[in-house]
């Protein structure tokens, strides 16, 4: 069983930055592919970025590319997701999640642990 929680999140003005965080406990992460995931209000989960257990291989949504960048520390046990630029349709509760699989996935339903989500607010 693997226990994530996200931090990070909160109100930011249109072109700002924040960086979230994405800790784990109760296994070690290495041997999970990690994902972020995004859900404004009325909307679908939209993938965000995922990244593999080693951080050598990474994925991004084309509405958050060159924006946003996910990497890991898999020896603090925590995945992060830098946001720059951003923008007021980044308005949602970001979500990271673990995946058993031995690749990058960005279907939601291939991940396994899911932690409870932080909100970003993005004004313009």
């Known amino acids: 069983q693997v226990q994530l929680v996200e931090s990070g999140g909160g109100l930011v003005q249109a072109g700002g930055s924040l960086r979230l965080s994405c800790t784990a406990s109760g296994r070690t992460l290495s041997t999970y592919g990690m ?18 257990q080693s951080g050598g291989n990474t994925l991004y949504a084309d509405s958050v590319k060159g924006r946003f960048t996910v990497s890991r520390d898999n020896v ?11 923008k007021p349709e980044d308005t949602a509760v970001y979500y990271c999640a673990a995946s058993s699989w031995n690749r990058i996935v960005r279907t939601h339903w ?7 989500g932080t909100q970003v607010t993005v004004s313009s």
Do not use: C, H
Not at 35 to 52: D, H, L, S
Not at 76 to 86: A, F, G, H, P, R
């Open 76 to 86: 603090k046990n925590t995945v992060y997701l830098q946001m720059d630029s951003l």
């Open 35 to 52: 994902g972020w995931f995004r859900q404004a209000p009325g909307k679908e989960r939209q993938f965000v970025a995922a990244i593999n």
């Open 110 to 116: 291939d991940y396994d642990y899911w932690g409870q």
